[in-house]
């Protein structure tokens, strides 16, 4: 019984770090409808950057907010330089995937040219241990995960209680129609991609605080779990995501506990797969356009 | 009801896509308290017209003009500050949203209270949305989602309500209401209309002026009735589709 209670207490702290990833992804592919797949690389570069400046000192969670405003501008400047001239042109939804995958392995190799490909660390930041009805987290794993669940009630009271969130979706949702309302669709796009930015900065801090130590292939490595989430939740969902990121988490975490370690992704996307199969769009279906892309 | 200037205009319009002119050199106007069909057979560039008066399609040459200003190839999202509004063919809806949101956003560019004000003199135009306000659109049947789709584009009380094929995939009951009891009476509360119809025969009996378009030209310019009762233009111009109709009905 207490290797399953730590398991799932190992399993809500990972899974905290991959909704917080998760619900980024979800927000901009929802919204926006580009399946980015550059995010992974972006969630290795915002890791480097939050290690960059707590060699020069400053307090991890400063960093981790600094990191996540410097992530937010730079997602924007990639969508307006990249992504956008090329949904302008009218560039295929495959297209653009291919383009974000191929930006990706150049932004990861740019990561190696600057910092090497060894691995680093964030030192030791756990702080101290606290028990709730068994399960023990660190101070650390509690505000990340206090984070998590901030972020995500406060986007989806963005979403469904303000007239500026109803704008995303319904931009999500139909964009002839968004600007038939008067809706300034390229604002709610840069919105979208500024919250996105920011998530992915602060998922990215918090991937590195959770492993201690990582390289260059950190954000792809997470990325898979990010989008499972997404996908679990239902696209354009920030609880979905939520609640998507703990289940990938906790599962993979109790079947590494009671069978082989290296098996624990095999558990956790077979988990996906058979809830797919029960609710083809999710936990939560949105009903956006990339909702019904993924779904069919 | 008519004014000097026409509430929206086309001079000599010459639109498609790329380079490739689907649209040719069309005149068409429409004024406010006017419903003003445009009909012909498929492929006639009925739809292309309306979307490069929106701003949809790629304008070649010649001109758009809202009550006399040049409004050519001005952005979707200008249009509706200049007071016009459109309901496209298909997806004319925000399927996610509630009813309730539809119409909130069909009000964006409103302050709070005149937008809340204004949701409800629109249900008191479709009193049946409001029962079903909290209802997702995406669940709701064809006249339901054509009703908040002519609601939401009524929120900015727009002067001209441009509508494409509003009866598309429609049962021929909710085609008569929606044609009687929506686009007539949208004119009637004088707005200026223009109604792009496939179903000609039902658009031609409530509207008061039509234009024919065949092969991206104006064919026929006439009142409606006129248009109804030309045999040519049944026969020639809309594929006997008139004359079909008018010995169904006797």
């Given at each position: 019984m207490s290797v399953l209670i730590e398991a799932i207490g190992f399993?809500?702290?990972?899974?905290?770090?991959?909704?917080?990833?998760?619900?980024?992804?979800?927000?901009?592919?929802?919204?926006s409808n580009v399946l980015n797949i550059t995010y992974g690389a972006l969630l290795t570069v915002a890791a480097y950057l939050g290690y960059y400046l707590l060699q020069l000192g400053w307090n991890?969670?400063?960093?981790?907010?600094?990191?996540?405003?410097?992530?937010?501008?730079?997602?924007?400047?990639?969508?307006?330089?990249?992504?956008?001239?090329?949904?302008?042109?009218?560039?295929?939804?495959?297209?653009?995937?291919?383009?974000?995958?191929?930006?990706?392995?150049?932004?990861?190799?740019?990561?190696?040219?600057?910092?090497?490909?060894?691995?680093?660390?964030?030192?030791?930041?756990?702080?101290?241990?606290?028990k709730f009805a068994d399960l023990v987290f660190t101070t650390s794993q509690l505000i990340i995960l206090a984070i998590a669940v901030v972020l995500m009630v406060a986007l989806h009271m963005l979403l469904t209680r303000t007239q500026f969130g109803r704008a995303m979706r319904a931009t999500s949702a139909n964009p002839v129609v968004a600007r038939g309302c008067g809706i300034d669709t390229d604002r709610v796009i840069d919105v979208t991609w500024l919250i996105s930015g920011a998530l992915c900065g602060a998922a990215g801090v918090a991937l590195a605080i959770s492993t201690v130590t990582f390289d260059f292939t950190l954000g792809p490595t997470f990325l898979i779990y990010m989008i499972a989430a997404a996908v679990l939740g239902g696209i354009g969902q920030p609880h979905g995501a939520m609640l998507g990121g703990m289940v990938v988490g906790v599962v993979s975490q109790v079947a590494s506990a009671y069978s082989n370690p290296a098996y624990q992704d095999a558990y956790a996307f077979a988990v996906l797969i058979l809830m797919l199969l029960i609710r083809p769009r999710g936990l939560f279906s949105a009903g956006t356009a990339s909702a019904r892309r993924l779904a069919g | 009801m008519s004014s000097a200037e026409p509430s929206l205009a086309t001079r000599g319009l010459v639109a498609g896509y790329g380079d490739i002119p689907v649209v040719r050199g069309v005149d068409i106007e429409v004024?406010?308290?006017?419903?003003?069909?445009?009909?012909g057979p498929n492929g006639a560039g009925k739809s292309t017209l309306l979307k490069a008066i929106l701003g949809l399609a790629k304008v070649i040459e010649g001109q758009v003009l809202a009550d006399g200003a040049d409004i050519t190839r001005a952005p979707l999202q200008k249009l509706v500050r200049l007071g016009i509004g459109y309901?496209?063919?298909?997806?004319?809806?925000?399927?996610?949203?509630?009813?309730?949101?539809?119409?909130?956003?069909g009000g964006y560019l409103l302050d709070k209270q005149t937008r809340a004000a204004r949701m409800e003199e629109v249900l008191a135009i479709f009193p049946a949305l409001?029962?079903?306000?909290?209802?997702?659109?995406?669940?709701?049947?064809?006249?339901?989602?054509?009703?908040?789709?002519?609601?939401?584009?009524?929120?900015?009380?727009?002067?001209?309500?441009?509508?494409?094929?509003?009866?598309?995939?429609l049962s021929v009951a909710l085609t008569e209401m929606v044609l009687t009891e929506q686009v007539r009476a949208l004119a009637d509360h004088g707005h200026a209309v223009l109604l792009v119809e496939q179903k000609a025969q039902a658009a031609l009996r409530l509207a008061d002026r039509a234009y024919v378009l065949v092969q991206g030209s104006v064919a026929m310019a006439a009142p409606a009735a006129q248009v109804l009762a030309s045999p040519e233009m049944a026969e020639v111009f809309l594929g006997g589709q008139l004359k079909q109709q008018q010995a169904a009905d006797q």
């Amino acid at each position: 019984m207490s290797v399953l209670i730590e398991a799932i207490g190992f399993g809500i702290a990972l899974g905290a770090v991959i909704a917080l990833g998760a619900v980024g992804f979800t927000v901009q592919f929802g919204i926006s409808n580009v399946l980015n797949i550059t995010y992974g690389a972006l969630l290795t570069v915002a890791a480097y950057l939050g290690y960059y400046l707590l060699q020069l000192g400053w307090n991890v969670w400063v960093a981790l907010a600094v990191t996540s405003v410097a992530m937010a501008v730079l997602s924007v400047i990639f969508n307006r330089l990249l992504l956008a001239p090329l949904s302008r042109r009218g560039t295929s939804f495959v297209g653009v995937v291919i383009v974000t995958v191929a930006a990706g392995i150049i932004l990861q190799y740019c990561v190696v040219a600057v910092a090497g490909p060894d691995t680093v660390s964030y030192g030791q930041l756990s702080g101290s241990t606290v028990k709730f009805a068994d399960l023990v987290f660190t101070t650390s794993q509690l505000i990340i995960l206090a984070i998590a669940v901030v972020l995500m009630v406060a986007l989806h009271m963005l979403l469904t209680r303000t007239q500026f969130g109803r704008a995303m979706r319904a931009t999500s949702a139909n964009p002839v129609v968004a600007r038939g309302c008067g809706i300034d669709t390229d604002r709610v796009i840069d919105v979208t991609w500024l919250i996105s930015g920011a998530l992915c900065g602060a998922a990215g801090v918090a991937l590195a605080i959770s492993t201690v130590t990582f390289d260059f292939t950190l954000g792809p490595t997470f990325l898979i779990y990010m989008i499972a989430a997404a996908v679990l939740g239902g696209i354009g969902q920030p609880h979905g995501a939520m609640l998507g990121g703990m289940v990938v988490g906790v599962v993979s975490q109790v079947a590494s506990a009671y069978s082989n370690p290296a098996y624990q992704d095999a558990y956790a996307f077979a988990v996906l797969i058979l809830m797919l199969l029960i609710r083809p769009r999710g936990l939560f279906s949105a009903g956006t356009a990339s909702a019904r892309r993924l779904a069919g | 009801m008519s004014s000097a200037e026409p509430s929206l205009a086309t001079r000599g319009l010459v639109a498609g896509y790329g380079d490739i002119p689907v649209v040719r050199g069309v005149d068409i106007e429409v004024r406010a308290g006017e419903l003003v069909a445009v009909v012909g057979p498929n492929g006639a560039g009925k739809s292309t017209l309306l979307k490069a008066i929106l701003g949809l399609a790629k304008v070649i040459e010649g001109q758009v003009l809202a009550d006399g200003a040049d409004i050519t190839r001005a952005p979707l999202q200008k249009l509706v500050r200049l007071g016009i509004g459109y309901v496209p063919q298909t997806d004319d809806v925000f399927d996610p949203l509630k009813v309730r949101e539809n119409l909130l956003m069909g009000g964006y560019l409103l302050d709070k209270q005149t937008r809340a004000a204004r949701m409800e003199e629109v249900l008191a135009i479709f009193p049946a949305l409001r029962s079903r306000l909290n209802r997702y659109v995406g669940t709701m049947s064809g006249g339901e989602r054509k009703m908040t789709a002519i609601g939401r584009a009524l929120m900015l009380t727009p002067k001209v309500l441009v509508l494409d094929e509003p009866t598309a995939g429609l049962s021929v009951a909710l085609t008569e209401m929606v044609l009687t009891e929506q686009v007539r009476a949208l004119a009637d509360h004088g707005h200026a209309v223009l109604l792009v119809e496939q179903k000609a025969q039902a658009a031609l009996r409530l509207a008061d002026r039509a234009y024919v378009l065949v092969q991206g030209s104006v064919a026929m310019a006439a009142p409606a009735a006129q248009v109804l009762a030309s045999p040519e233009m049944a026969e020639v111009f809309l594929g006997g589709q008139l004359k079909q109709q008018q010995a169904a009905d006797q």
